[in-house]
């Protein structure tokens, strides 16, 4: 399957969404991205994570052309800033369309 992919996005699995702690420790190892898993993977695959992560993606993972949750995660800051700027230019005070003196 992964020879498949072009984007690989790998979450932590929530300890808080389980009713049961003991389901949780069941299965919190269960599905962990090491670098041998990505043998199998195309070349040109990306793997993405949100950050910081648990033990979900192995160390490993880092060092291979793969990985690129570090870019994403720096690239996340500009990208909220571009957003939280065009949102504020937009609006005014009581929500209404403004300029930029309003700010």
Do not use: C, S, W
């Not at 498949?4 to 299965?27: S, W």
């Amino acid at each position: 399957m992964l020879d498949e992919l072009d984007v690989l996005y790998v979450t932590r699995i929530q300890k808080e969404r389980f009713p049961d702690e003991n389901e949780y420790h069941r299965v919190a190892g269960e599905y962990r991205i090491e670098a041998d898993t990505l043998e199998a993977a195309t070349a040109d695959l990306t793997v993405m994570h949100p950050l910081p992560r648990v033990d979900e993606i192995a160390p490993d993972v880092d060092e291979t052309d793969h990985a690129r949750y570090f870019q994403q995660a720096h690239n996340g800051v500009p990208v909220r800033m571009a957003l939280l700027d065009t949102l504020l230019e937009n609006a005014g005070p009581d929500g209404d369309e403004g300029t930029e003196v309003d700010r």
